[in-house]
Nanobody, 127 residues
Framework: QVQLVESGGGSVQAGGSLRLSCAASGDSIKIVHMAWFRQVPGKEREAVAL????????DYADSVKGRFTISEDLTKNTLLLQMNNLQPEDSAVYYCAQRRDLQWTGRWKSPDQWPYWGQGTQVTVSS
């Protein structure tokens, strides 16, 4: 069974950086697709970043492109999100998500495309 556990959230001033981690167990992120989403209370869950199996195909929300980088630490089966130049509008609960079917090339920005989720980690950015 798949288990995903996010960590690394916290409070930071605008312009600062955080690195989020998502530890995977029960399955290996080496052979799956992974993504980061974020959600503010009362709003829809928003796609942030994608890495497909193999690590060479990535995509980002326009709002974070150039500031956030998704990557994998394969020695630890861990998904990472490096967030630089954080802004107050980045404040949200951040979730990692996983698909295990390697043939999938669907629309990654739809939350219902992702069957496995972590519990979320809070990111708060103050101005």
């Amino acid at each position: 069974q798949v288990q995903l556990v996010e960590s690394g959230g916290g409070s930071v001033q605008a312009g600062g950086s955080l690195r989020l981690s998502c530890a995977a167990s029960g399955d290996s992120i080496k052979i799956v697709h992974m993504a980061w989403f974020r959600q503010v209370p009362g709003k829809e869950r928003e796609a942030v970043a994608l890495v497909r199996f193999g690590g060479t195909v990535t995509d980002y929300a326009d709002s974070v492109k150039g500031r956030f980088t998704i990557s994998e630490d394969l020695t630890k089966n861990t998904l990472l999100l490096q967030m630089n130049n954080l802004q107050p509008e980045d404040s949200a609960v951040y979730y990692c998500a996983q698909r295990r079917d390697l043939q999938w090339t669907g629309r990654w920005k739809s939350p219902d495309q992702w069957p496995y989720w972590g519990q979320g980690t809070q990111v708060t950015v103050s101005s």
